[in-house]
């Protein structure tokens, strides 16, 4: 019989603790599954991204929906009429203090905005429940190293929403990248088509305050984050304002930006067939940085270690525009990456007409190069000849190619073998791909380069990236020890 662990025993037990080396009992990794070989499942943040997380999650065999959580009632109805029997919260610090709610669900999918991904997911995981949770991993570094540890401490099974990893033509580029079809490769280049909502220089100062509709749980929905008021659409026919249920993307407080946003997905094969972890030295140029949204355009540079025969790598990270320009790798290596694309539509035309595509990824290897012309990596063309996509056949990692919905089909498969390393993109990858990248926006907002222990998760030569390392939880909400770990 498993110990059940309550938010407010999870608190007690973590504030005399170390923060994350948090020492409560330790339990054996475990299948956990209901009755009849059901997995009952409760999903928290079930509107936008997070309704085809559940309905994904749900759509997997033996899978039962029994627990439901949104801020907004109106998502939370509509939810509700498709699985009426599941209980319905607003707040989830309450459906974690539901004895029975945590006794029957054996898994939680959590797809809030960012800056509330941490919390619910870490309560999960040290109650021994396996956790879905939508990219970015997390809204800070720190808490991406926190994801990482706690599912290995309790053996949890672990998926982050980053479809792209379920398609085999990424896959098979892993495959081609890691067997050295392009050399030694000490250069890479990703750029990405965000930020696609409102943030510098659009804005830049917090909107005005209008009162809290009806439908929406305001505090829930802030959560960790430091209190505000409230802002609206001005249209009451509209529900997107400059918050909820969408445009938070680009406020620091909850987002995490273009890089948070889209890393997970544009540097994802990058970072696998690189075998790529902590990096060791981080800067940034960036225009219209401000302390409330997040900037106009910024080019990261990201330097890795040598690693496992491997040589060192640079990655370039480039988002937004400047001066009207969208920013993207140089013109020669452009060129010569576009030219790859052979890609043709039904009129045998060429599918992005032999230009640069607005997302995707250059890897320069000693021997050639690849592009992808895609968010996901799921498409690569090789300058040696090779061409991956859907239609590719892998020969060392198990083939998937069912896209978002693979990746819970995966999640659900790890927790029936009981074994979290046939999860693609478990913790233990995502909470390295999650905090490589996140660092890059530390390096924005501090305006310094610095260098980087991934095992001590510090800024060793800058003590002021500490404070956008390692935030503050609001009060009332620090339901982990968060902030008595912060050093």
């Given at each position: 019989m498993?110990?059940?662990?309550?938010?407010?025993?999870?608190?007690?037990a973590s504030?005399?603790s170390?923060?994350?080396?948090?020492?409560?009992?330790?339990?054996?990794?475990?299948?956990i599954?209901?009755a009849?070989?059901?997995?009952?499942?409760?999903?928290?943040g079930?509107?936008g991204?997070g309704?085809s997380?559940?309905?994904?999650?749900a759509?997997?065999?033996d899978?039962?929906?029994v627990?439901l959580?949104?801020?907004?009632s109106?998502?939370l109805?509509?939810k509700?009429?498709?699985w009426?029997?599941?209980k319905t919260?607003?707040?989830y610090?309450?459906?974690?203090?539901?004895s029975e709610?945590?006794?029957t669900?054996d898994a939680f999918?959590v797809?809030?905005?960012?800056?509330?991904?941490t919390?619910?997911?870490?309560?999960?995981i040290r109650?021994?429940?396996?956790?879905?949770?939508q990219?970015?991993?997390?809204?800070?570094?720190?808490e991406?190293h926190l994801m990482?540890?706690?599912?290995k401490?309790y053996g949890?099974c672990?998926?982050?929403?980053?479809?792209g990893s379920?398609?085999n033509?990424?896959r098979?580029?892993?495959e081609?990248v890691?067997?050295?079809v392009?050399?030694?490769v000490?250069?890479?280049?990703v750029?990405t088509?965000?930020?696609?909502?409102p943030q510098?220089?659009?804005v830049?100062?917090?909107?005005?305050?209008?009162p809290?509709?009806s439908?929406?749980d305001?505090d829930s929905?802030?959560g960790?984050a430091p209190e505000?008021?409230?802002?609206g659409?001005?249209d009451?026919k509209?529900k997107?304002?400059p918050y909820h249920?969408?445009?938070?993307?680009g406020f620091?407080?909850?987002?995490?930006?273009?890089?948070g946003?889209?890393?997970c997905?544009t540097?994802?094969?990058v970072?696998r067939?690189?075998k790529?972890?902590h990096?060791?030295?981080l800067?940034?140029?960036?225009s219209?940085?401000n302390p409330?949204?997040?900037p106009?355009s910024?080019?990261?540079?990201?330097?890795?270690?040598?690693r496992?025969?491997?040589?060192?790598?640079?990655l370039?990270?480039y988002e937004?525009k400047?001066?009207?320009?969208?920013l993207?790798?140089?013109?020669?290596l452009?060129a010569k990456a576009v030219?790859?694309?052979t890609?043709k539509d039904?009129n045998?035309?060429?599918?992005?007409?032999?230009?640069?595509?607005d997302s995707?990824s250059?890897?320069v290897?000693?021997?050639?190069?690849?592009?992808?012309p895609?968010?996901?990596g799921?498409?690569?063309f090789f300058s040696?000849g090779?061409i991956?996509?859907?239609?590719s056949k892998l020969?060392?990692l198990p083939?998937n190619g069912?896209g978002d919905?693979?990746?819970k089909?995966e999640w659900?498969?790890?927790?029936?073998a009981?074994k979290?390393?046939l999860?693609?993109?478990?913790f233990?990858y995502?909470?390295?791909l999650?905090a490589?990248?996140l660092l890059?926006?530390?390096?924005?907002?501090?305006?310094?380069?610095?260098?980087?222990?991934?095992?001590?998760?510090?800024a060793?030569d800058?003590?002021?990236?500490q404070?956008?390392i390692h935030?503050?939880?609001?009060?009332?909400?620090?339901l982990?020890?968060?902030?008595?770990?912060k050093?």
């Open positions: 498993s110990r059940r662990i309550t938010r407010r025993q999870a608190l007690a504030a005399a170390l923060g994350y080396l948090y020492t409560a009992p330790a339990f054996s990794a475990e299948k599954a209901g009849n070989g059901k997995i009952y499942v409760v999903g928290i079930i509107g991204k309704s997380d559940i309905d994904q999650a759509s997997v065999k899978v039962e929906i627990g959580c949104d801020v907004d109106e998502y109805a509509s509700a009429k498709k009426p029997k599941a919260f607003s707040d610090r309450k459906l974690f203090d539901d709610l945590m006794k669900a999918t797809s809030t905005p960012d800056h509330n991904h919390t619910p997911s870490i309560l999960a109650n021994k429940k396996h956790v879905y949770c990219k970015p991993l997390t809204h800070d570094v720190f991406a990482r540890t706690e599912a401490k949890v672990t998926q982050m929403g980053n479809q379920a398609e033509g990424l098979r580029a892993v081609l890691q067997a050295g392009l050399g030694d000490k250069e890479v280049h750029w088509n965000r930020p696609v909502w510098a220089p659009g830049m100062s917090r909107p005005m305050s209008s809290v509709p439908y929406l305001w929905w802030l960790v505000r008021p409230y802002a659409s001005g009451p509209k997107r304002g249920d969408f445009n938070w993307r620091w407080d909850f987002g995490t930006g273009a890089i946003d889209m890393a997905h540097a994802n094969m970072f067939a690189l790529l972890g990096p060791t030295h800067s940034a140029t960036a219209d940085v409330e949204t997040c106009s910024a080019h990261v540079t990201i330097q890795f270690p040598a496992d025969g491997l040589p060192p790598v640079t370039n990270w937004g400047k001066d009207g320009q969208k993207v790798p140089p013109s020669d452009v030219a790859l694309d890609k039904k045998g035309k060429l599918t992005h007409n032999g230009k640069l595509v995707g250059i890897l290897g000693s021997k050639g190069i690849c592009y992808s895609d968010d996901y799921a498409e690569v040696t090779e991956t996509n859907g239609s020969e060392t083939t069912r919905g693979g990746q089909q659900v498969e790890a927790i029936r009981g979290p390393e999860a693609y993109s478990n233990d995502a909470g390295l999650t490589a990248f890059g926006n530390v390096a924005i907002r501090t305006g310094k380069p610095f260098h980087w222990d991934g095992e001590a998760c510090k060793t800058l003590p002021e990236a404070n956008y935030r503050e939880y609001r009060k009332g909400w620090d982990i020890g968060y902030n008595t770990s050093g």
